[in-house]
């Protein structure tokens, strides 16, 4: 059985011995089971369960701030006069390469406002996205801001 599994388990079992369902009841309970985890994690099985759920969780957030600065930044040109956008449409080259860091890489990329996965090549070595604000001669920040930020943490965490 996997660790978040487990944690799960623990989760309601607290809950139950405590007679309290609630969400945070919940919460304390899975902070509680990731605590144990922790330190029955050898006689368990659990490898690097520890690990993968603090890079989920970077992860997370991670997504949430993009969210947040693309928002502002869309919101920002909407209201003002002059329109700041510089469209363009920017091949990035993959170390991803399973269909499920692919998907939840485009899938991540096009949540965020301002940005749009187009299309994924052939051999799937290039994902093509719509980008809103590129400034000249900056297609490799855009590059850059999705490799190093995006793509380097779903892999840090899917392998």
Same mark, same amino acid.
């Given at each position: $059985?996997?660790? /978040?599994?487990?944690?799960? #388990?623990?989760?309601?079992?607290?809950?139950? $011995?405590?007679?309290?369902?609630?969400?945070?009841?919940?919460?304390?309970? /899975?902070?509680?089971?990731?605590?144990?985890?922790?330190?029955?994690?050898? $006689?368990?099985?659990?490898?690097? +369960?520890?690990?993968?759920?603090?890079?989920?969780? !970077?992860?997370?957030?991670?997504?949430?701030? @993009?969210?947040?600065?693309?928002?502002?930044?869309?919101?920002?040109?909407?209201?003002?006069?002059?329109? +700041?956008?510089?469209?363009?449409?920017?091949?990035?080259?993959? &170390?991803?390469?399973?269909? #499920? !860091?692919?998907?939840?890489?485009?899938?991540?990329?096009?949540?965020?406002?301002?940005?749009?996965?187009?299309?994924?090549?052939?051999?799937?070595?290039?994902? +093509?996205?719509? @980008? $809103?604000?590129?400034? &000249?001669?900056?297609? @490799?920040?855009?590059?850059?801001?999705?490799?190093?930020? /995006? @793509?380097?943490?779903?892999? !840090?965490?899917?392998?």
């Amino acid at each position: $059985m996997n660790g /978040f599994l487990w944690n799960i #388990l623990l989760a309601l079992a607290w809950a139950m $011995m405590t007679a309290q369902f609630t969400l945070a009841n919940l919460v304390v309970g /899975f902070g509680i089971g990731f605590l144990i985890l922790l330190f029955a994690r050898r $006689m368990v099985g659990l490898g690097h +369960y520890p690990k993968k759920l603090r890079q989920a969780i !970077e992860l997370f957030f991670f997504f949430i701030w @993009e969210l947040i600065k693309s928002n502002l930044r869309l919101a920002h040109d909407v209201i003002t006069p002059s329109h +700041y956008m510089r469209p363009a449409i920017v091949a990035i080259p993959l &170390d991803a390469r399973s269909d #499920l !860091e692919i998907t939840l890489l485009a899938n991540m990329i096009s949540l965020t406002p301002g940005t749009l996965s187009l299309d994924v090549s052939a051999d799937r070595r290039v994902l +093509y996205i719509h @980008e $809103m604000y590129v400034s &000249d001669h900056d297609l @490799e920040a855009v590059r850059r801001k999705i490799k190093d930020g /995006f @793509e380097r943490r779903i892999l !840090e965490l899917l392998r």
